[in-house]
């Protein structure tokens, strides 16, 4: 009997860059040997490592330009203390070697919404795939309205925020970019002007400042399990579908099972 074997679907890439923000949050770029496989802004790779002997996977949203595949995926990731993978990934740098899989995913912008309002939601590391959507969308020349609200605890955790504020204010711009953050009374918060709060609590005065209405925007949430939860539920009780509010959930929503 012929038994077929699935082609195996990982393959191999080498760290060609590593930037650090903090201490706990770092931009790596990645480069496949072979060509690099194209995507969809928004979609993630699947990274690993050897752990001790035994190869650990994490899922990490791609943040560069789905245009720019010569120029390696960039991926931006936050350093969990105590986790399987990213205590191993912090280790490493330019030369390391990791394997692959993807980019997959449907957290991805639809054609048929290109003419309604965008609201992005990001909480940290969650920027990352809007960062692929805006670059591509910039290198294919389109112009959607988008309106960006990224929440941080301090606001040296703003990635790309020079981009963004650059972006937001060209002539032509189409973008709002809203950055938050949620512990202003920290000394490391010190001297910050912008906005404050988390983003759920901002989130209703960012939809009526900016025009973001339920019966003609599209919304896509991303970031920690709580907070896309929380967004989805107060979308939802401003009149958004269901089928217009589009969550990627960074980990699993942990449950609160009632005590005996
Ligand atoms: C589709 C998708 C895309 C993702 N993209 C990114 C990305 O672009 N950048 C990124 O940094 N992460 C991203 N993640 C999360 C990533 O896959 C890992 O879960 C994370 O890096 C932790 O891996 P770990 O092995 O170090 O920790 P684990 O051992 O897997 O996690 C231990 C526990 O830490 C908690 N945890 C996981 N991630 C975080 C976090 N960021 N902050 C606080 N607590 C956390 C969870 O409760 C988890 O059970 C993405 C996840 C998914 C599903």
Redo the contacts with the bound molecule.
């Keep these: 009997m012929l038994v077929r074997v699935a082609a195996p679907d990982r393959y191999d890439a080498t760290i060609t860059a590593r930037s650090d923000l903090t201490e706990a949050l770092a931009f790596f770029r990645v480069r496949p040997d072979d060509a690099p496989r194209a995507f969809v802004a928004g979609q993630?790779l699947t990274v690993g490592r050897l752990v001790q002997g035994r190869l650990?996977q994490?899922?990490?949203?791609v943040?560069s330009s789905a245009r720019r595949l010569d120029e390696a995926y960039e991926?931006?990731?936050?350093?969990?203390p105590?986790?399987?993978?990213?205590?191993e990934?912090f280790r490493a740098g330019a030369g390391d070697r990791v394997s692959l899989r993807g980019p997959k995913?449907r957290?991805t912008l639809r054609a048929e919404d290109a003419e309604r309002p965008h609201l992005f939601v990001a909480t940290?590391?969650?920027i990352?795939?809007f960062m692929s959507m805006l670059r591509t969308l910039r290198d294919d020349g389109i112009r959607r309205r988008i309106v960006l609200l990224h929440g941080v605890s301090y606001a040296r955790e703003l990635a790309y925020r020079t981009d963004l504020e650059r972006w937001s204010a060209e002539p032509e711009s189409r973008l709002v970019y809203v950055p938050t953050v949620s512990r202003p009374a920290d000394p490391r918060n010190a001297g910050w002007t912008g906005g404050t709060g988390r983003v759920e609590r901002v989130l209703a005065p960012v939809c009526d400042r900016h025009r973001i209405d339920a019966d003609e925007a599209v919304a896509y949430v991303c970031g920690?399990p709580e907070m896309t939860a929380s967004v989805r539920e107060l979308l939802r009780a401003r009149g958004f579908a269901a089928e217009r509010v589009h969550a990627?959930?960074?980990?699993?929503l942990?449950r609160v099972v009632p005590g005996p």
């Design positions: 993630y650990v994490r899922a990490y949203s943040a991926l931006y990731i936050r350093l969990v105590g986790g399987a993978l990213t205590p990934l995913g957290f940290g590391c969650g990352a795939p920690n990627e959930d960074y980990w699993p942990r």
